[in-house]
């Protein structure tokens, strides 16, 4: 991303009257790293300095990466000890070789996991914590212990651990797929690292798991009035927004490119607002295409939350994936939500339900 783009883009934002008291620049996607800790160095300081100059101290700036964490190495730990106060680092590893390794290879088609764990490694004896993302897959189901345990044993170096499930359930590769027939397999692998929890909890060794963590704040918020809307926050207009290297800005979700349903709208930019060097923020914030964006993922909340009794803890964010796959804002449930959501709370109201039956014995 050219450095005048990032002037141009930050410059609007500070500028705008949109913009709330606090903040993340996020970098992610493909490998962040590629590009040397200078790129950053300088990328930070003009943010910062836009910041200052339009609006002084008064939005709350900080500042995230997502590697694979091959790439790591003394010059990357160096600067981010130097930006510790304001930055925090992700790594995405899918537990112990034999998983991590089925899928993650790089372009000569080789494991990769040596070279993560070693980033790993470096991050942990320059005393930098991290946080862990974890994708699951077909191998991963049947092995929950020993995903358990590699990320167990890391704890102590790590500031947060989640897993993500496939984002879509449709891949060319079997074991990256998943359907409704999975939904049982799902269930008992969140139950075994449920158990794992509570065992190395009862042990003295808390390791919390942050897709627990948030679904049961969830169900405890179901019936709070004051609650947030975990629904509606995950798919808020301008909440979040993207910005890819040619300038073209989406919202919504995080990640969303523009390549995505190119002509659902009919003008081949996918879910893009348009292009920073061609129209406002402002301009974006306050076009038809947004609105007629909202209304159409008002069409399918209102859809869900008529229809599905999940409604109240669910994270939302499957309106363009019901579009893809089934063609319609209106449809209701998805493998993917099924998987995501549904199959995870079912998880979490059995264990809750026995341990308060253990209690009450």
């Known amino acids: 991303m050219p450095s005048g783009l990032i002037d141009r883009f930050f410059t609007e934002l500070f500028s705008s009257g949109r913009?709330?008291?606090a903040i993340t620049v996020s970098w992610h996607s493909g490998e962040p790293l590629t590009l040397p800790p200078s790129y950053y160095e300088d990328a930070i300081s003009r943010i910062l300095s836009l910041r200052d100059t339009i609006r002084g101290d008064a939005i709350s700036v900080r500042f995230d990466i997502q590697t694979n964490g091959v790439l790591i190495d003394d010059e990357w730990c160096a600067f981010f000890r130097r930006h510790e106060a304001h930055f925090d680092i992700g790594v995405s590893c899918d537990g112990p070789p034999e998983?991590?390794?089925?899928?993650?290879?790089n372009w000569g088609k080789q494991h990769t996991h040596a070279k993560t764990l070693r980033g790993m490694e470096l991050l942990e004896s320059n005393r930098?914590?991290?946080?862990?993302i974890s994708v699951v897959t077909e191998n991963t189901l049947a092995h929950p212990e020993a995903f358990y345990k590699f990320f167990f044993d890391r704890r102590e170096h790590l500031s947060g651990f989640h897993f993500n499930v496939l984002a879509h359930a449709n891949s060319g590769d079997p074991a990256l797929s998943y359907s409704a027939a999975d939904r049982d397999a799902y269930y008992r692998f969140f139950r075994q690292l449920l158990q794992r929890t509570h065992r190395a909890s009862e042990a003295g060794a808390d390791f919390r798991i942050r897709n627990f963590s948030q679904g049961l704040a969830r169900i405890l918020n179901a019936r709070n009035a004051d609650a947030p809307n975990y629904f509606e926050e995950a798919s808020a207009p301008l909440k979040t927004l993207n910005l890819d290297a040619k300038g073209n800005v989406t919202t919504f979700y995080a990640g969303l490119g523009i390549e995505v349903l190119p002509n659902l709208y009919g003008d081949d930019k996918?879910?893009?607002?348009?292009?920073?060097?061609?129209?406002?923020?402002?301009d974006m914030a306050g076009s038809?295409?947004?609105?007629?964006?909202?209304r159409d993922f008002d069409i399918s909340r209102q859809a869900c939350e008529a229809s599905c009794q999940y409604f109240p803890v669910c994270t939302g964010g499957f309106e363009v994936t019901k579009k893809q796959t089934l063609g319609s804002y209106v449809a209701v449930e998805t493998t993917e939500c099924m998987i995501h959501v549904k199959t995870l709370i079912d998880a979490l109201l059995d264990d809750v339900k026995d341990y308060l039956e253990q209690r009450a014995a």
């Open 128 to 132: 930098i914590k991290y946080n862990l």
């Open 288 to 294: 038809e295409k947004l609105l007629r964006i909202i």
């Open 99 to 105: 998983l991590h390794d089925a899928y993650r290879v």
């Open 19 to 21: 913009v709330a008291p």
């Open 270 to 282: 996918g879910m893009s607002l348009g292009n920073i060097y061609e129209i406002s923020l402002e």
